[in-house]
């Protein structure tokens, strides 16, 4: 006998559950690509997707992933031979590096850790000290989706301009777009970079990069750019198919059109205060069941943590055990640790995540955390029983 | 801000949840109804529909919702003059006996209220005191949809056995069967109906009649039967069209198809063991709520209550204050009460139900419990905190 | 190598194709049935229903297919034991006789045959003989779909008015609604009954039955009608429930929303002139081939044919093997003869038919009509080539 | 009144007709992306695709459109700085030119023009003159989707044996591969690329690079090759990630596998088989239309068509009035002209094409000719009526 038959929850940090209406609307014929009612959704779509990162500057839309957006920003900003500077809070900072660097460009890392945020003097001095503006870029993470911490973008922008230098700063916002608070203009952004699979509800497929127009100009300073991720013309196209270097990703616009008309329903500040109250329903529940036990969430400090994706260490091999059962048992279907990985648990076992982004309500999270709650009990880890209805307490608002 | 917007839950009972395999069977082109597939797919449909009744007798499949499988029950076996036994025990005992008066059927109704089940000596008098077998059909209903209570027939079987009465046994399962163990055969039904938007996770739109050969011949007896209800053919036909007395419902069947191979890739015996865990959680929820304040079972015996729906009283205005807050910050739909309205309460807004029949798991249940203790708190009924942690207890199996 | 591998035409006389559009609309979570949007519907489409049959009578929903429309016209207006006079043209009309007499009910039969239309005056000649009043109503197929001859109604009601005669005037629109120019009101039709899956263009499933004021008057005279054929409560529901004496069919009216906001924005007019030169179209080639060969309309007179549907003849075997050749070879799948079997051809070998309602265009009927050119000469038919020509001419408008 | 309201036909050279199958498999919850199911589909799903190129060699999978593959064979195989020989024979060779300038890397184009094929003693005078190896790769598309001239490799990998010279041979089989005969490794290609959205019958929205060792090798030889591009870990996982680097695109690859298992069903040889007939059936027709007026096929040489595509020349502004008439009356969406644009006729108003790529059937195409013979006369253009009829010939195979 297995409690898992039924409508099962991804609650992995991406992809998030998509929407029944999204999906729907994807179920369709292939549209024509060279007139009609394809074309026209088109201006529409940019100026819907710019409002979600709270901008008004420009927009380029990718077949690709996450990773392909990493491309993109550099590509039309940094030149091979030039330098950035990376401020790493976890994994994914790490591997944005990587890309960096197989692209030729030189890259300095600041490494802050797994578990909290930027040092900003330390940051302050890494800028101070380049007085050549050799950086081209800062390039940090949101929220990095492995370590789930969330980052402030507004104080980096004061140091630049404090500093005055003139080096981009470049947000990854994959894991927290459209989930966490983020005001690309008002902090200062001057390129921010996000998926399709996330916040934004549709499945993978499209990568979104926003960018100013200081950024634009960086693109020009440049000699050359690939075609496939110069944003120029995907920005201002002419013709239909130059939003996307060739064939257009027809499905997916469909389904985006459907998911950016459900989030301006809703509202931003709406959507951003459901994942608030959502993320601290789990805080809630975590840190209950911790006081008698060794479940942990990875960022102490509430500011810190992102609202959308959480972290967690249980001890190994009880991460993997605890997935194991919710999957077998629950119908929930948890996050694997990553990116932190120890010598004595080098498969990261004792590590989990939940993801909480998109299309998530009060009783996903708090039937996640029931399951939770009983494989706790069932795979027999030590934990203060009750930790879910402390979190029904905080999603009852009282 | 509301917490609701994600996935919801339609937690009534019935519809229920259509899993989204049965979904995407039905969205195809309309076959073939002369040739090919769908005629070469009725005899295992037919095959697999028994095994979930637990018969090896016959089986109709009607277009039609669960009243259609009413009519179609009587109409194959008792003649308008004619006369019945009812067994009620809630609300839909009592609409099926209206059906049998239009019908000219004449009805004696036992009625046990909505809080228990039969009392079997008085269904042993009624039956003694008919020596001369009038009663054509003893009719009782498994699971009320109302009251959620759960009536055992194999003791009827039993009375009508020891009298030798020629009464057919008439099982009406629309709320229960694939959720409580129904057993057709041994426990001595002679008729059970049911349909297709419950247990077997298909949209409404099919009702199913399964009879046996006792069934059979009071067919036999009869002068005439309308063609629509006429399960002869149905049952036992020459060409397709005649499984459904015209056009075929064939997306239903598609679906359908679907359905029975997740029922049976799961297995009965696990199915009746999930619903009767969740079911446990769900009790122990509520029992554990109801010790500080209103909130009560509708039915005290657990031998006696359903493993698909429960019906619960908390008191007027609440019980549709808790469905309103349910719907609007948890993403979750209730039930409303039915057939349980009192003097004080005409609108039985002191009621309402959970449905948690068919593709329905730990996650789902939980998540259900955990929005009812937030809801509870919320809107201000007084309970003893803590329910969803007891139900994740009993998920836990610990 | 085949060359009917890609999206396949069912060009069999219902179930039509279903729009990607109804389907879409159909593949979605469970509603709930007690309050919100689908009750909301409800006014809506009843009235948008209406306006398909030009009725400002009543209209009853069923969860049905047609032969239960059939019943239900019945169910409400004549008791057993009465009588009905029934004006056959083809199997459909026949079969709905076989309906009437299992309900008990009399029937005298005029049979005109399958190749014509009624003669006026052999029908006036049997009312004007009934001068007791005894018929209580007229029964006739608007559209039968074996021969798919096409019967005028307005005569009809004016030997009926002439005759100062009480019988109902009844219509089978099942092949015809949607398709076929109908005018219930004007046309003084009493009652008239379709179906979803046809010009309708849902999935099969339910069934309508539209009614005016002097038939309801019917109704009331009746004893007793059975609860689930009753169009009292469906057609003037105090409760939602009540619309579908019990649960509703809940996908199919998200279907049927979809499918009648399409035929109201297209416009019935505009919707029969394409059925009307889509008809034209297919009986120019049929008649083009048929100048060397053996393919023959079945009905002679224009006047009297259907839009809906073509039924031909070929002869034994060449009906099934054109059939089987445009399965395998051209990706078009014919509707079978039906009740045209002779005493050579008892498996009506020699019959096939066209289905060409609903959500058809002039691509399907051209590609369907090249197919049936290129099977004549792959089978070793004699025909004149070059009918599919003859026919993009009618659709050319030239 | 339009004939056009029904099911439409996207007869477009891209993205093609979807299956209802394909579509259906992609209507799916987002999966695990670390553990299960999708990741277990891999290796077969890689298999199957180089079954399709015909190829034992690597295939690496792109979240991208074609446009985007280009840049992927280009960033493994040539750095910027170096040199490559292009041979065009249309639009989208072009258009790939300018992605190799636009990486750094100097290119040599040989213009055969639009109408077609190369002129093999001039590729081999350029290469012999090469006698340095400067070109690292001969670039040619197979099947140019804008003059649909359709080009043989072989002849090209002989020219570069004979001289011993190490370029690759490069081939663009975007718009032919499951279309047109493409044997990669019996005719010698080094590197082939296409996307999902034409003969692979899914949206767009992926892209496939097919590489041998030798390509493999030229990819070691080069410093750095950005991470998004780099095919080396996608064709050798060591983590599911590593396919995609990155987020998988997880709807498509449900779709895909299920178009891969129709392709290799129906079997390779059968599929270009049925695109054969059915390319002959529309050169027929096109032809017979063209003998009485000024519809011309692009490509004069029936050996040097593709099978997938079809572009066609009528005198401005008739092209763009016939696609006008097909959209509007017909239900058919050709087309536009591409890349043929001339002084006279800069917006190409005299050109369309027919996409007849992937999932297309007799009927698809024989009511698209049935669509374009009655355009032709709605609209007045010259031509001699029937070639529908003669397009019905060809299919019937007689």
Redesign the interface.
């Known amino acids: ?10 609650a ?1 940090p ?7 209406a999204v ?2 609307a ?10 009609g009612e394809l074309i026209d959704m088109m201006p529409a779509l940019t100026a819907d997707l710019k409002k979600v990162a709270r901008t008004d500057g420009h927009v380029a839309i990718y ?6 957006t ?2 993109a920003a550099l590509a039309n900003t940094v030149a091979p031979g030039e330098k950035v500077l990376l401020l790493s809070t976890g994994f994914f900072a790490k591997a944005w590096g ?2 960096v660097e ?3 460009i030189e890259v300095d890392v600041l490494d802050f850790g797994n578990g909290g945020t930027f040092d900003l003097a330390l940051v302050e001095d890494a800028l101070r000290a380049d007085a050549t503006h050799e950086y081209k870029a800062v390039l940090a993470v949101h929220v990095d989706t492995s370590s789930s911490n969330r980052n402030a973008f507004a104080p980096l922008r004061q140091i630049l301009d404090d500093l005055d230098h003139p080096a981009l700063l470049m947000a990854d916002c994959i894991a927290s777009m459209g989930c966490d608070r983020f005001e690309m203009d008002a902090w200062g952004v001057d390129v921010a970079i996000t ?1 399709s ?1 996330k916040g934004l509800m549709c ?3 499209c990568g979104f990069v926003f960018f100013n127009d200081k950024a634009a100009e960086a693109r020009s300073r440049l000699d ?5 991720w ?1 944003w120029t013309q995907r920005a201002n196209p002419e013709a239909f198919y130059q939003y ?9 616009l469909y389904g985006l059109r459907v998911a950016l008309d ?1 989030i301006h329903e ?1 509202g931003l ?3 951003w ?2 994942h608030d ?2 993320a601290r329903a789990i805080w809630t529940a975590c840190e209950h069941w911790g006081q008698d036990g060794p479940l942990k969430l990875n960022i102490q400090d509430p500011n810190l943590r992102s609202r959308a994706v959480t972290s967690l260490s249980i001890g190994k091999p009880d991460g993997r055990r605890l997935r194991q059962w919710c999957a077998d ?5 948890l ?2 640790g990553l990116g932190m990985s120890t010598e004595e648990d080098p498969m990261s076992e004792g590590f989990f995540r939940f993801g909480h982004m998109g ?13 939770v ?6 795979i027999g880890v030590p934990h203060r ?5 402390e ?3 905080v ?4």
Do not use: C
């Not at 077949?63 to 392909?68: A, T």
């Not at 050359?224 to 496939?228: E, G, K, Q």
């Not at 709650?373 to 069932?378: D, P, T």
């Open positions: 006998m297995s409690l898992a038959s039924g409508r099962t929850y991804l992995i991406g992809p998030s559950v998509v929407p029944d999906l729907r994807m179920h369709r014929a292939s549209p024509n690509i060279y007139e077949i690709s992933n996450g990773h392909g990493w491309e990587w890309v197989a692209r030729g998926g699979q499945p993978p497929g050359r750019v690939s075609v496939y110069d996307f270097s060739g064939t257009a990703p027809t499905h997916h459900m809703e500040e709406a959507i205060a459901r109250t959502l048992q629950g119908g929930v279907t996050g694997i299309h998530v309500n009060a009783h996903m999270i708090l039937g996640l955390l029931g399951v709650e009983a494989g706790l009990a069932a029983p009750g930790g879910v209805a979190a029904a307490k999603v009852s608002g009282v």
